[in-house]
Antibody, heavy 126, light 107 residues
Framework: EVQLVESGGALIKAGGSLRLSCAGT????????MSWVRQAPGKGLEWVGR??????????DYAPPVKGRFTISRDDSRNMVHLQMNSLKTGDSAMYYC?????????????????WGQGTLVTVSS | DIQMTQSPSSLSASVGDRVTITCRAS??????LNWYQQKVGKAPKLLIH???NVQSGTPSRFSGSGSGTDFMLTISNLQPEDFATYYC?????????FGGGTKVEIK
């Protein structure tokens, strides 16, 4: 059974840093493309970023609001993906979900979140 | 970034009803459009990918259609477990974007 378990969420002050982790089991982790998606309380879903498998180049892409502040990395030896969040703002407060992405090579790469973890809550206070 | 607009933002329906949710993209997305269901306090669940491909495990009463910029999610014979919020999401571009959601409530 595919399982994703996020950890690391906390209450933190604006300007601070936090590192989220996601542990995956039940699938071949090194082949997986992984994303982070967040959801502010009572709001909709917002994609944060994605890391491809090393086999597919390990490319990392970010949403504009977090580019330059957040960093995604992966440790295939431990079946984990991380989200390092720096210079946190109150607007970054959200539930953060880790996902395994389906992907398709058409005219360019296309991918979408398939499996989701249960999320970890980040609250940034002023 | 491609903007995704869902309508309505909420609706009330009864068990057994046929429900349609629409999603419009600000630019063409071919058929790279996906639908998710989210229940309160839970993670989203992928229902349909690539506009009309039903994800394994999704009940057959869920269907998707459309291409280009206009898409629909249809739930035929609405069941009690279908009351939830539904999101569309485009995967045409590297930066994924979601619609604002449609909350389906019990009438």
């Amino acid at each position: 059974e595919v399982q994703l378990v996020e950890s690391g969420g906390a209450l933190i002050k604006a300007g601070g840093s936090l590192r989220l982790s996601c542990a995956g089991t039940g699938f071949t982790f090194e082949n997986a493309w992984m994303s982070w998606v967040r959801q502010a309380p009572g709001k909709g879903l917002e994609w944060v970023g994605r890391i491809k498998s090393k086999l597919d180049g390990g490319t990392i892409d970010y949403a504009p609001p977090v580019k330059g502040r957040f960093t995604i990395s992966r440790d295939d030896s431990r079946n984990m993906v991380h989200l390092q969040m720096n210079s946190l703002k109150t607007g970054d407060s959200a539930m953060y979900y880790c996902t395994i992405d389906q992907y398709y090579y058409g005219s360019g790469d296309h991918y979408w979140p398939e499996h989701w973890g249960q999320g970890t809550l980040v609250t940034v206070s002023s | 970034d491609i903007q995704m607009t869902q309508s309505p933002s909420s609706l009330s329906a009864s068990v057994g009803d046929r429900v349609t949710i629409t999603c419009r993209a600000s630019q063409i997305t071919d058929s790279y459009l996906n639908w998710y269901q989210q229940k309160v306090g839970k993670a989203p669940k992928l229902l349909i990918h690539s506009a009309s491909n039903v994800q394994s495990g999704t009940p057959s009463r869920f269907s998707g259609s459309g291409s280009g910029t206009d898409f629909m999610l249809t739930i035929s014979n609405l069941q009690p477990e279908d009351f939830a919020t539904y999101y569309c999401q485009q995967s045409y571009t590297t930066v994924l974007t979601f619609g604002g959601g449609t909350k389906v409530e019990i009438k």
